[in-house]
C-alpha cells in the first residue's frame, strides 16, 4: 500500500517560490490502477518522482509497505527504488543497444548474472508480446513496440509498482489502447500496483479503478472512476470530465426550468428514456445538453433538460425520470 500524506514540494525559480504539491493525501490499494489526471502545470510529474523519491517533498511522507521512503539513507532508497519501476512518454531507451540489451541493463546493475538476465530478458520480450525483436535497435520500432520495450525493461526487476509518466501521450490511439491493454494485462497476471499520470480522460476510464484530479497542486477530488466521472463535484473536475458545460451550460431565460440527470452506471442511458416520457406522460423536454459514456458494460454521464416554467411538469418529470435505476435527477441553475 502506498500512503501519501500531507504532500507539499515547493521550489525555488527566478521568479520566486512555486508551491507545486500542496497537502497532497492519498492511500493507493495495492494492485490499484490508480489514475492522476489534471491540465498541464497540475503538479501530476511532480507528484509521481515524489513516491520514488526522485523529488524530494518539501514536508509530508510517502510510505510504501510501511516504510517511510523520505527516512531512508541512499543505498537503503536504491534497493527500494528496484520496486519502483517508472515508464515515460519518450520511452528513454539506450539507443546505441538492442533490445534485449536495454531489457538486460537494470538486471545488470543488479548485479546479475549474464545468463540468467537475459533469460529474464526473453521472458519479458514474451509478455510483451516482441519475442522476435531482441537483435532489433530502438530505431527499428514504432511507439507502440518502443514503449512494449521500456515495460518490459521496467519489468526486469520484479518491481511492486509500476508508474507511468504520460506513457501513451506520444501514440495515436489505437496503439495507446493496445498499450493500455498490455498493461492491464500485467496488473492481472503479475499483480503491479500501478500509477498512471495522464491528461487524458480516455486513459483514466479505460484502465483505472479509482483516480484523483489535481488543480493547481491540489487533489480537488478523488474516488472511484464511475463515481467522479459520472458527478464530478469540484470546478476543476467538471472542465475536465464535460468540457462542453464550460461557461454558459444551463439555459437562461424566462420560462425555461432545467434538470440535470445524472447516469452514475445505468442502463436508462442507452434506452431512449426522453422519447418514453413523452409516451407515458405526455411531457416533452428539450435536450441542451447530453454526454454519456461507457465504463466498463454501464453508462455514465449527464444530460440537461429544459422544460416550461410549471412546477406540475417540472415535478411529475424529475419523478418519472428518478424511478429509473442508477440515474440522479436534480432541478439545477447552474452547473
Known amino acids: ?109 543488479a548485479g546479475v548474472k549474464k545468463e540468467e538476465a537475459e533469460r529474464r530478458a526473453m521472458e519479458l520480450l514474451e509478455l510483451v508480446g516482441l519475442p522476435d525483436k531482441a537483435k532489433a535497435y530502438p530505431a527499428q520500432l514504432s511507439g507502440g513496440q518502443q514503449q512494449r520495450i521500456a515495460i518490459a525493461r521496467a519489468l526486469a526487476t520484479d518491481p511492486k509498482i509500476l508508474l507511468c509518466d504520460e506513457a501513451t501521450s506520444a501514440l495515436d490511439p489505437k496503439t495507446t489502447h493496445s498499450i493500455l491493454e498490455l498493461i492491464q494485462d500485467i496488473n492481472r497476471r503479475l499483480g503491479i500496483t500501478v500509477i498512471v499520470i495522464t491528461h487524458q480522460m480516455s486513459v483514466v476510464e479505460e484502465i483505472c479503478n479509482r483516480v484523483a484530479i489535481l488543480d493547481g497542486g491540489e487533489v480537488v477530488e478523488e474516488g472511484e472512476v464511475a463515481s467522479v466521472f459520472s458527478r464530478p463535484r469540484s470546478a476543476a473536475a467538471r472542465r475536465m470530465v464535460f468540457p462542453e458545460l464550460e461557461g454558459d451550460a444551463v439555459p437562461k431565460g424566462a420560462g425555461v426550468r432545467t434538470i440535470q440527470i445524472v447516469y452514475r452506471g445505468a442502463v436508462a442511458a442507452m434506452e431512449p428514456t426522453i422519447t418514453q416520457m413523452a409516451i407515458d406522460e405526455h411531457i416533452t423536454a428539450n435536450i441542451a445538453y447530453a454526454s454519456t459514456r461507457a465504463i466498463g458494460e454501464k453508462a455514465y454521464g449527464t444530460m440537461l433538460l429544459t422544460f416550461p416554467d410549471d412546477d406540475e411538469t417540472v415535478r411529475r418529470a424529475m419523478a418519472y425520470l428518478g424511478r429509473k435505476e442508477d440515474v440522479t435527477v436534480e432541478e439545477v441553475s447552474h452547473v
Open 1 to 109: 500500500m502506498i500512503e501519501i500524506r500531507d504532500l507539499t514540494k515547493t521550489f525555488q525559480t527566478a521568479d520566486g517560490r512555486v508551491e507545486a504539491l500542496k497537502n497532497i493525501n492519498l492511500t493507493i490499494q495495492d494492485k490499484d490502477i490508480y489514475g492522476v489526471i489534471g491540465m498541464s502545470g497540475a503538479g501530476k510529474s511532480t507528484l509521481v518522482r515524489c513516491v520514488n523519491m526522485l523529488e524530494r517533498p518539501t514536508s509530508g511522507t510517502v510510505v510504501i509497505d510501511g516504510q517511510d521512503m523520505g527516512s531512508l539513507g541512499p543505498a537503503a532508497l536504491r534497493e527500494a527504488r528496484r520496486g519502483i519501476t517508472m515508464i515515460f512518454q519518450n520511452f528513454n531507451l539506450l539507443m546505441q543497444r538492442n533490445c534485449l540489451s536495454n531489457i538486460r541493463f537494470p538486471l545488470k546493475l
